[in-house]
């Protein structure tokens, strides 16, 4: 056995959910720097009443994201920790992104808007037997999650509704319109 040779180990993943919203925000900039523009701490108005609100992101895709069919409109993304606050603290920060989807940030409305951490993963155990009908209700406020895996390389993939409409491995999901289109009143 050589003995300077140092044995290949493999780091355990970072468990996200007992990261705090720092640590959360760092690793957004550092994973989707590369592929997309990104505006920090963007005031916006809340359309409905004109209240003032602010979110953690604008962004934009690259152009070789676009070519590969993402959409070529701003979005926004909300991070939030996870703390001790379960079924409320999901609902406030549910409320909070879909507000973000309802208002303009220098006069744009967002394409979409993505709460990272997602909401299963800030539900845990919790997120069993109901997380579905909330998931589609904010499918159809265009927001979604934001997922990565807690280890490097890392990958994401922005899902709504349970169904992935990017991912940085496979590109454009099946269903597009799952993120993108506008649902008002009773549309399906």
């Not at 109901?130 to 589609?136: G, R, V």
């Not at 890392?154 to 799952?178: C, E, I, K, N």
Request: hydrophobic fraction near 40%; include cysteine; aromatic fraction near 12%.
């Amino acid at each position: 056995m050589d003995v300077n040779r140092t044995p290949f180990v493999r780091k355990a993943p970072v468990d996200l959910t007992r990261c705090d919203e720092p640590a959360l925000k760092a690793l957004v900039s550092g994973v989707l720097g590369p592929s997309f523009e990104m505006r920090e701490e963007v005031d916006g108005t809340f359309t409905p009443d004109g209240s003032r609100v602010r979110i953690d992101y604008v962004l934009k895709a690259s152009q070789p994201l676009v070519a590969s069919g993402f959409t070529d409109q701003w979005f926004g993304l909300e991070v939030k920790a996870v703390t001790n606050g379960g079924k409320k603290q999901a609902l406030a920060y549910a409320w909070q992104a879909i507000t973000y989807s309802l208002s303009t940030f220098d006069g744009i409305r967002p394409a979409f808007v993505l709460m990272f951490l997602p909401l299963r993963q800030i539900l845990g155990t919790d997120a069993d037997g109901y997380a579905h009908y909330f998931e589609a209700l904010l499918q159809r406020s265009n927001v979604g999650g934001l997922f990565m895996r807690g280890d490097a390389p890392y990958q994401w993939r922005m899902v709504f509704g349970g169904q992935t409409y990017f991912s940085a491995r496979g590109g454009l999901g099946g269903q597009p319109q799952a993120a993108l289109k506008r649902r008002v009143g009773n549309s399906k």
